[in-house]
């Protein structure tokens, strides 16, 4: 019987032990529903005819396109907030192009013209150096951890216990609070609800210009600030 080993995906040989799995796999090992035969004998021996598809047309398969078109800068091309540049794009700005990329690769993105051709590869610009990636890293930990932690205390502060009683009476509330302690409690969760915070009608908005298409329901309201 072989013994499988559990790879570690951090140790450096996953990937060799991968591809050893997978050779046993295919050319050793002999599943009961091949007839004794191993994957790779069974696909030998199947009559079904196969069609090449060239590497070309299964490479846009496997990105995603968010369908808009862009244009090239100086500065490369936007995507998510973020400038991608590449060594290819030097002398093209204006021209338009469209966005495939890899999910959760967002390193790099693959450069296509409107009608999907690839004109190249883009790396983010301006990316963070590794010192840096793994202090945010350790930042994002310290935070998570401090966020479980006000998750659990609230979640005990949140939970009510009553006294227990063996004849009819009305319930008994345990946890005792004096008012100041629930006043600070209060104020603070105030303070931190930037949603109550906010005042969006402290600074007015203006008129808009008159030669905008503004709904007839409004138009008269305009007229009238504007006097």
């Known amino acids: 019987m072989r013994t499988e080993r559990r790879a570690c995906p951090r140790c450096p040989d996953f990937t ?54 862009r244009k090239l800068s100086s500065h490369g091309v936007r995507w998510r907030g973020r400038d991608y540049l590449g060594a290819w794009m030097a002398g093209q700005a204006g021209r338009r192009v469209r966005i495939r990329h890899m999910p959760h690769h967002d390193h790099e993105i693959e450069v296509c013209d409107p009608a999907g051709r690839h004109l190249g590869t883009a790396h983010l610009a301006d990316a963070a150096i590794p010192e840096q990636l793994d202090e945010l890293r350790r930042t994002r930990t310290v935070r998570a951890r401090r966020l479980r932690e006000d998750a659990k205390k609230a979640e005990a502060l949140r939970r009510q216990r ?66």
């Open 16 to 69: 060799a032990q991968v591809l050893e799995w997978a050779g046993w796999w295919n050319t050793e090992h002999r599943p009961a529903g091949l007839a004794g035969r191993t994957p790779v004998e069974a696909w030998l021996a199947d009559p079904t005819p196969l069609s090449d598809i060239p590497e070309a047309a299964l490479w846009g398969l496997m990105l995603e396109d968010d369908g808009r078109v």
């Open 162 to 227: 009553f006294a227990p009683a063996t004849t009819p009476t009305p319930a008994q509330r345990l946890g005792a609070v004096t008012a100041a302690e629930a006043e600070q409690e209060l104020t603070t969760s105030a303070d931190s609800d930037m949603a109550a915070l906010a005042l969006p009608d402290l600074i007015p908005h203006a008129s808009p210009p008159d030669d905008w298409n503004t709904p007839a329901f409004l138009r008269p309201a305009i007229r009238e600030e504007k006097r």
